[in-house]
Structure formats: C-alpha cells, structure tokens
C-alpha cells in the first residue's frame, strides 16, 4: 500500500510504499532535539527502509539542517516543517505519521497499526513522563538495541 505526504504547504510531497518494505520502528521519543524541533513532550517517529520512501515532490524545496555529526534533518524552506531525519548514511529515514495523508483528512481514519507507536526511545529525557506511566509501551533509556541503544530500559 502507497502512503503520500507533504509538508504542511504542500510544497514538498513524498510518498511510503509499504509493500517493498514494513516499518522499522515506530516510536515516542523524548530526546531533547526531536523535542526541540516538533515541541511536544514527546514525538512520533517512524523509520521507514530507504528503499521504500521517495520524495514526489519539492526536493528542491528541501534544506538539511546537521543536527550533529551523525544525523540530519530536512525542513521544507517554504513552510518550515520538518519532513524527514534521520542517521546520515544510516538504513532509514525517520518520518512523522502526522505528515502522512492518513493522519491528516478531518476527522481523521485510524493509521494503519504498524503506524501505532511500539516503544518510548529516549524517556530518561522525558519531560512529563506522568503522562505515559500507563500505557503499556516499553521504556527505554536511550534506543532498544535493534534501533542502535543500549536497550536498557526504564
């Protein structure tokens, strides 16, 4: 199933095709960058196989901004929204569900489940970790180990 998306102005589209590949994960992470540049207590990420993501629309519309050595974002210039991030050189792309057309339509269809968050990443960073103490997600201090952390958890 193909999955479409855009930035907040449209300017920039781009497109999950699900049938090449599933998900990698799909987390609340609480670390202090991702908070910083979608202000919540928490943000939705879900890493899709490169392979399986395309931009459709507006690459050029596109600025990277390093977050640190090792990974990137990219922000519409238009509009400001940031579209994908990720490890630079790394497997997958991190999106967000909520840029995807499925979570955008009012009112709103459920996102598919392998949308649904599985793990917190990152809740030793947590701001208001009141507010998941019940529900159910593992916790984990950094990253589970097959997304790169320790897999500790909390």
Known sequence: MSFPGSCGCGAVGFE?????APPLFSALCHCRSCRLGVPGVAVHILGIPKPA?????????LVEWNASES???????????RVIQGPKGGPFYGTFPTLYEVGRSEPAPALPESFAPKVHAWFSHATAPELFKNDGLPKFKDFPKEMGGTGEMM
């Open 71 to 81: 990974s990137a974002r990219f922000f519409c210039k238009t509009c400001g929204t």
């Open 16 to 20: 999950y095709d699900s049938t090449v």
């Open 53 to 61: 993501f395309k931009i459709t629309k507006g690459e050029d519309n």
